[in-house]
């Protein structure tokens, strides 16, 4: 009987919110204050009919085309994070993509700021906007990505239907998980079973210490519970170009990238990137690469196929320095590079050594300008004045559109191309 009432009597103490401080806890009373909702406005503009109850219909296709365009509003919702006390956030691309007003609602302000977009990356699918008042802003300092545990926890915060912070935490499963892309590129992902939501797109990936080590991106819907992330060390660098010049440069190795035979891959169980050339005067040859080199990573991430390489190199900026593994002959050694912009005109150079074209702006886009005598566009019968309008599906505008894919993929042959000669259209690969 003693003991029963002795057992009510320690139940109704009420346990000390110090004795409930774990370090999850603090780690979101450390990082809260940095994480934003954001709110993004679209106006589309779409042709209405003035037929109702017909569906899909003749009539209704027919009448779309002469109704005047009607423009609507939509909204979307996702997070992001202070990482600079002037109010530079980072986020997703996908979550500013299109929008024609942004809005960041900063935790303990009574309104939202409209956000002014500084620059995006959507290939690695990382964007900076910034707000603007007469003070500083909360900010999280970005932390590393490079020292991950497997099996540590991890800790996302967002704002999931805009009802201000959800927090999940989880463990990590993969410091570096590679996904394939749609585009034939690879990505590299933290995997963790911490669940993102939708509206957490955006917000920051911590670990235990509330440091921030990655930016929340997206969910696996085929599989309960996988969440991937951007690792930080490659969102500071993107972060940083954006901040400081609006945009992502190119960086140029110099070398020309391709697949390395099945023997090697089975021999080591993974593959690498065979070097089939090496520019002069490129960072590369500064650095000592030669032909017949194996790229078997660069700064540690394993690196598989050209795509997969040019990936990579493309998250880093100008005067970077960068360690590659390689492979040459039987010997393994590090290689140090220095990566360059690109030299003036390199993708449409490219061009024209490994295709066999070069190309101009048209008034229909972009325009054959010449045919290199011998190359692979002459065996195919290409001439001066028909229009290039794709590559790898990607429409074409301005030449520009086609030196930037390019350069994004160095030595992915064969490329398929989209040839217009006046009302026709041919799909070609080349070379």
Not at 85 to 101: C, D, M, W, Y
Not at 324 to 337: A, H, N
Request: one cysteine or more; proline letters at 7%; glycine letters at 12%.
């Amino acid at each position: 009987m003693v003991c029963f009432v002795l057992g009510l009597v320690l139940a109704a103490v009420p346990v000390r919110a110090y004795e409930r401080r774990t370090p999850v806890v603090e780690a979101i009373e450390k990082a809260g204050p940095a994480v934003v909702n954001i709110r993004t406005e679209q106006i589309v503009k779409r042709r209405s009919s003035p037929l109702f109850g017909f569906g899909d219909s003749l009539f209704e296709d027919f009448f779309r085309d002469f109704a005047p365009p009607r423009a609507y509003r939509t909204q979307s919702l996702g997070s992001g994070v202070l990482i600079d006390p002037r109010g530079f956030v980072l986020t997703n691309a996908h979550v500013i993509e299109q929008a024609s007003k942004v809005f960041v609602a900063v935790p303990g302000q009574p309104r939202e700021l409209e956000a002014k977009i500084v620059g995006s990356d959507p290939r690695l699918d990382l964007a900076v906007v910034r707000i603007q008042a007469d003070r500083d802003f909360p900010f999280l300092q970005p932390g590393h990505s490079d020292d991950l545990l497997l099996g540590e926890t991890v800790i996302a915060i967002g704002n999931p239907l805009g009802l201000g912070h959800s927090v999940t935490t989880g463990v990590l499963s993969a410091a570096s998980r590679r996904i394939p892309l749609p585009d034939g590129g690879v990505a590299h992902f933290i995997q963790s079973d911490a669940l993102i939501n939708p509206g957490n797109s955006g917000g920051p990936l911590l670990n235990i210490n509330g440091e921030l080590i990655g930016i929340n991106t997206a969910i696996a819907r085929q599989a309960q519970g996988i969440g991937f992330s951007i690792p930080i060390d490659m969102a500071r660098r993107v972060a940083a170009d954006l901040i400081g010049h609006g945009r992502r440069r190119p960086v140029w190795l110099g070398v020309m990238p391709g697949a390395v035979n099945e023997a090697l891959v089975r021999s080591r169980g993974v593959g690498g990137v065979l070097v089939t050339g090496v520019e002069s005067k490129s960072p590369a040859k500064k650095a000592g690469l030669q032909v017949a080199d194996v790229i078997l990573s660069v700064d540690g991430e394993v690196v598989e196929s050209p795509a997969e390489l040019q990936m990579l190199l493309s998250s880093y900026t100008p005067e970077s320095r960068i360690k590659l593994d390689v492979l040459r002959g039987r010997r393994k050694l590090s290689v140090e590079v220095t990566l360059a912009s690109p030299p003036q005109g390199y993708g449409l150079d490219y061009l024209d050594r490994t295709f066999g074209f070069t190309v101009s702006d048209g008034a229909q886009g972009v325009e054959v300008a010449e045919v290199t005598p011998g190359g692979p566009a002459e065996g195919i019968g290409l001439e001066p004045g028909d229009r290039v309008a794709e590559i790898a599906g990607q429409k074409l505008e301005k030449t520009r559109d086609l030196e930037q894919y390019l350069q994004r993929h160095l030595g992915e042959v064969p490329q398929k191309f989209l040839f217009v000669r006046g009302n026709r259209g041919y799909y070609v690969e080349l070379p």
